[in-house]
């Protein structure tokens, strides 16, 4: 039987969704167009052979229309941004907000495309796992190695009596020279104290979203979160 924990993993890999196609370089603009219209999504992955080689928007396609004729004739247009198998689903959280996406590609580490992740997962997967009834949030801190401390954050999260549940890494590939953002989800009842705490040693925070009812935060800060949990 498995445990609380074990049950609220959230690789990507658990969470690949086959419902929608997939473009090849050879199609044509036009037939790319349709494909993203009848299965109304704004963007859709474009592969050669079993290799993914970025995705492509319906704004871009129409913006080209006039100028090629294939996929190929617009390949320095594709976007990069991807999700890999082994990856925190929460991962994708920066990405469907940088993109505007509702679905995004999920690659092995040959570069080959797996499936999609759907942005209605992250709403499924708060509601059934609890975590909309529980104290606590994400915190996504930009992380610079000579300026920030792991553990001068871990110890202000532990003086709110806070529980580091999970926390990855991630860079944006579309802006190099930004810092690496550390996305921490911590259990809390003291959500609100702790990003005070944390703005008062300096850690700059991009966002920070919080799960279920919480003291009077600043409401921007939890917009992204917002718009999965009411879609």
Excluded: C
């Amino acid at each position: 039987m498995a445990t609380k924990n074990e049950s609220l993993a959230m690789l990507v890999l658990s969470y690949l969704s086959f419902d929608y196609p997939t473009l090849s370089l050879q199609d044509s603009l036009p037939k790319a167009l349709k494909a993203m219209e009848s299965h109304k999504v704004p963007a859709l992955s474009v592969l050669d052979g079993k290799k993914w080689v970025g995705t492509i928007s319906a704004v871009q396609i129409s913006q080209q229309l006039s100028q090629a004729s294939k996929l190929k004739d617009i390949q320095s247009e594709f976007q990069k941004d991807k999700l890999e198998l082994e990856e925190d689903i929460l991962a994708s959280l920066p990405l469907f907000e940088s993109t505007g996406f509702n679905v995004l590609p999920v690659i092995n580490e040959e570069g080959n495309w797996m499936g999609y992740i759907h942005q209605d997962v992250i709403t499924n997967m708060f509601i059934q796992s609890g975590f909309t009834g529980k104290n606590g949030g994400i915190l996504r801190i930009p992380f610079h190695v000579q300026r920030d401390s792991m553990s001068v954050i871990l110890r202000i999260i532990e003086e709110n009596k806070g529980l580091m549940v999970r926390s990855f890494f991630h860079r944006s590939e579309k802006n190099p020279q930004a810092l690496p953002e550390w996305v921490i989800q911590v259990q809390t009842d003291q959500f609100s104290n702790l990003v005070k705490s944390l703005e008062r040693h300096d850690i700059g925070i991009e966002k920070a979203f919080a799960f279920g009812q919480q003291e009077d935060i600043d409401q921007m800060r939890f917009d992204l979160l917002l718009k999965y949990l009411n879609p």
